[in-house]
């Protein structure tokens, strides 16, 4: 058999496996209700650690941890806000801190200032109005764009850095609408960081909702807002990525990595961020090997420590293996959701580019008709600049629903659909064979 046949055939064994024999959904399970959510430095994080040792292990894959610096950030036990109207009636709002962010040490008033971006909000500070208020940002996803992450993506500003602007203009705290697709009630979480030339204020997260609402009544009138947070920062700690490998047959010094992110945030389960990209790429390496599929190259799995707030564990992996001489070739990464897949994203030289799409014919059948250049991924993203010429693939499922549970608490198992889950997995393994075989 040769060429295009043979890779047909290997797709079908591939899917097949996949999806009546998948493992991958009862995996996910067990990670988000037997683990549940895992912030870096939390218990749940360095169970999850030991759970997908266990796991990689129990399929017989030389398994180990590498052990990185992580960051450390809490909650803590006190989250509330309440608004007050300008006819003076109290309403409670749902508050969630955003990572890294100060507590409130007590209870904090001050009146409102809506602004609507970071533009507007520096126009507003410029103008001396944001001193000693508490600015809530509204800047609503274009409903208009067709992929969700885009409008993701430019709402991204607000979160990372609205709260260190408005500390620039003396603002007390900054609530952010939630980076979310529909108006719910509930507030989606996200890392910030602070300028070092700042003085640290608070910033949470509000339910697009609440968002809703506090510009109406912000419409009418004055608007006070009272907040209550306890969360802190504590000293850097120790943590693992979980590393699994099955050698290649030809060029075993020549890596391929393909991965997604152990820790979540620390509400709803990580279930679609990252839970179903740890699942995915774990399945496609079982489903390779239990076919008896080789690859001519080292296939290496890397659970990641610490995406979310902090990227730690990526810099760790990318760091020892320019420190051990390693040779990377590409890398996959899974972290857009458990949704149906579309197809890949790749950043890398136009060969390679040009080989992906290549396949698009054998990968049609299986709804796999997305083939461009683009963004591989957060963690992958790490190895670009030791590697200069690498190759990183982003897997990309449709985006419709990913932003209604992203880093808020309905991102629960019960929203991913086993199927779809299963032709991640099959999507991943496939395009790790093409590319290994016909690089
Ligand atoms: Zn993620």
Same mark, same amino acid.
């Given at each position: 058999?040769?060429?295009?046949?043979?890779?047909?055939?290997?797709?079908?064994?591939?899917?097949?496996?996949?999806?009546?024999?998948?493992? =991958?959904?009862?995996? %996910?399970?067990?990670? =988000?209700?037997?683990?549940?959510?895992?912030?870096?430095?939390?218990?749940?994080?360095?169970?999850?650690?030991?759970?997908?040792?266990? +796991?990689?292990?129990?399929?017989?894959?030389?398994?180990?941890?590498?052990?990185?610096?992580?960051?450390?950030?809490?909650?803590?036990?006190?989250?509330?806000?309440?608004?007050?109207?300008?006819?003076?009636?109290?309403?409670?709002?749902?508050?969630?801190?955003?990572?890294?962010?100060?507590?409130?040490?007590? %209870?904090?008033?001050?009146?409102?200032?809506?602004?609507?971006?970071?533009?507007? +909000?520096?126009?507003?500070?410029?103008?001396?109005?944001?001193?000693?208020?508490?600015?809530?940002?509204?800047?609503?996803?274009? !409903?208009?764009?067709?992929?969700?992450?885009?409008?993701?993506?430019? =709402?991204?500003?607000?979160?990372?850095?609205?709260?260190?602007?408005?500390?620039?203009?003396?603002?007390?705290?900054?609530?952010? *609408?939630?980076?979310?697709?529909?108006?719910?009630?509930?507030?989606?979480?996200?890392?910030? *960081?602070?300028?070092?030339?700042?003085?640290?204020?608070?910033? &949470?997260? #509000?339910?697009?909702?609440? &968002?809703?609402?506090?510009?109406?009544?912000?419409? !009418?009138?004055?608007?006070?807002?009272?907040?209550?947070?306890? =969360?802190?920062?504590?000293?850097?700690?120790?943590?693992?990525?979980?590393?699994?490998?099955?050698?290649?047959?030809?060029? !075993?010094?020549?890596?391929?990595?393909?991965?997604?992110?152990?820790?979540?945030?620390?509400?709803?389960?990580?279930?679609?961020?990252?839970?179903?990209?740890?699942?995915?790429?774990?399945?496609?390496?079982? #489903?390779?090997?239990?076919?008896?599929?080789?690859?001519? *190259?080292?296939?290496?799995?890397?659970?990641?420590?610490?995406?979310?707030?902090?990227?730690?564990?990526?810099?760790?992996?990318?760091?020892?293996?320019?420190?051990?001489?390693?040779?990377?070739?590409?890398?996959?990464?899974?972290?857009?959701?458990?949704?149906?897949?579309?197809?890949?994203?790749?950043?890398?030289?136009?060969?390679?580019?040009?080989?992906?799409?290549?396949?698009?014919?054998?990968?049609?059948?299986?709804?796999?008709?997305?083939?461009?250049?683009?963004?591989?991924?957060?963690?992958?993203?790490?190895?670009?600049?030791?590697?200069?010429?690498?190759?990183?693939?982003?897997? *990309?499922?449709?985006?419709?629903?990913?932003?209604?549970?992203?880093?808020?608490?309905?991102?629960?198992?019960?929203?991913?659909?086993?199927?779809?889950?299963?032709?991640?997995?099959?999507?991943?393994?496939?395009?790790?064979?093409?590319?290994?075989?016909?690089?």
């Amino acid at each position: 058999m040769t060429g295009q046949s043979s890779d047909s055939l290997i797709l079908r064994s591939i899917y097949d496996e996949a999806l009546e024999h998948g493992e =991958c959904y009862e995996n %996910l399970r067990s990670l =988000c209700k037997d683990v549940g959510a895992r912030l870096t430095g939390s218990a749940e994080a360095e169970m999850a650690v030991q759970w997908g040792k266990d +796991l990689l292990t129990s399929y017989g894959f030389e398994t180990r941890l590498q052990e990185t610096p992580i960051p450390h950030w809490e909650r803590g036990t006190l989250e509330s806000g309440w608004y007050k109207d300008a006819s003076g009636k109290t309403y409670k709002i749902k508050i969630l801190a955003l990572g890294s962010s100060i507590g409130t040490d007590g %209870l904090m008033r001050a009146k409102a200032v809506l602004a609507h971006d970071i533009e507007h +909000l520096k126009t507003l500070g410029e103008a001396g109005k944001l001193k000693d208020k508490i600015v809530v940002i509204d800047q609503p996803f274009d !409903q208009k764009l067709i992929n969700t992450f885009v409008a993701y993506g430019a =709402c991204w500003p607000i979160r990372g850095n609205g709260t260190s602007e408005a500390a620039r203009y003396g603002a007390k705290a900054v609530l952010i *609408r939630s980076l979310a697709t529909p108006i719910d009630d509930h507030p989606h979480t996200g890392s910030m *960081r602070y300028d070092e030339d700042v003085k640290q204020i608070p910033g &949470a997260a #509000i339910s697009t909702q609440a &968002a809703e609402e506090l510009k109406a009544a912000l419409k !009418q009138g004055e608007v006070e807002i009272s907040l209550e947070m306890d =969360c802190r920062t504590y000293p850097e700690g120790i943590s693992h990525n979980v590393i699994a490998e099955i050698k290649g047959s030809e060029f !075993q010094d020549e890596i391929i990595t393909i991965g997604g992110h152990l820790d979540s945030w620390d509400v709803g389960e990580g279930a679609h961020d990252d839970g179903a990209g740890i699942v995915h790429c774990i399945e496609a390496m079982r #489903i390779l090997n239990t076919r008896g599929i080789k690859l001519k *190259r080292t296939l290496r799995v890397v659970l990641y420590m610490n995406e979310e707030n902090g990227v730690y564990g990526a810099k760790t992996y990318a760091d020892e293996a320019i420190k051990n001489g390693e040779k990377h070739v590409f890398a996959l990464e899974s972290d857009a959701g458990g949704h149906t897949p579309r197809g890949f994203s790749l950043d890398g030289p136009a060969e390679r580019l040009e080989l992906m799409q290549s396949f698009s014919a054998l990968l049609y059948p299986y709804g796999l008709n997305e083939l461009e250049k683009g963004y591989g991924g957060v963690d992958i993203n790490r190895l670009k600049e030791p590697y200069e010429g690498i190759t990183l693939i982003g897997f *990309r499922p449709d985006s419709q629903r990913y932003f209604n549970y992203h880093h808020s608490e309905a991102d629960v198992f019960e929203t991913v659909n086993k199927r779809e889950l299963e032709l991640g997995s099959a999507s991943i393994a496939s395009i790790i064979y093409l590319m290994d075989r016909h690089w």
